[in-house]
């Protein structure tokens, strides 16, 4: 196993980074890596994150668990894959595009990428994703911020804190799309007395999403990282000053 000093990388390390060859050993195998984190994708697409298991990728595949074994050594490691895997290659930016336009671009693209498999809002974020689809969406949005007037640490800060946005916001929507009982600003309307919360009321009298012709859930994303966005354009004006 490739080791750094005294500590070994983590298997789904090794698989990401094509440091160890999966299934390499032992006679001629009837599956590949890819084979399995396909069969992996449609088992979470069509019965979502907890369904996940290597009994249930084996058998989506017509094999048994302990064929995958020889490849992927564990759940974890599995989904570990997957996490890079979904997200996939990041947007292209053009070298030169504005910090702003640049970042919005970024930041529209993992909420459109994350929306074609939400159940990946539900993997357990206990290290930070280490794989090259990763790196490389991280990659694509610091050379947008290079010309930022901003320590490099402070542009990884600012980075992390819009992708923390755009997750934040899709599990909002997802999760409220979930929930039961009837839609929020008519059940309000019948039961809100206006002298009580006038405020409340008074937003709610003035929706702004009544429009069925409008994708109303890119809309209020892009309202908030609109906002997020102008901060940050006062942030770097006014940095060190």
Partial sequence: MTTSGDTALPKAVELMWGREQPGGRGPKRGLTLDQILDAATEVADAEGFAALSMNRVAKQLGFTAMSLYRYVDSKNTLVDLL?????????????GTPWRVGLERWALAEFERLGRHLWWL??????????????AWLETALRVLAEAAVPEPIKLQLVMNVSMF?????????????????????????????????????ALSHAAFDDDDIDWERADFEFGLARLLDGYEVFIATFGD
């Avoid at 539900?122 to 790196?135: E, K, Y």
């Fill in 83 to 95: 996490m890079d895997r979904v997200v996939g290659a990041p947007p292209e930016i053009a070298a």
């Fill in 166 to 202: 755009v997750v934040g916001k899709r599990r909002f929507l997802r999760d409220l799309q979930e929930e039961e009982g009837g839609d929020f600003a008519s059940v309000m309307a019948r039961v809100l007395d206006p002298q009580r919360f006038p405020s409340v009321s008074a």
């Fill in 122 to 135: 539900d993997i357990p974020l206990s290290r930070p994703p280490m794989g090259p689809n990763n790196m």
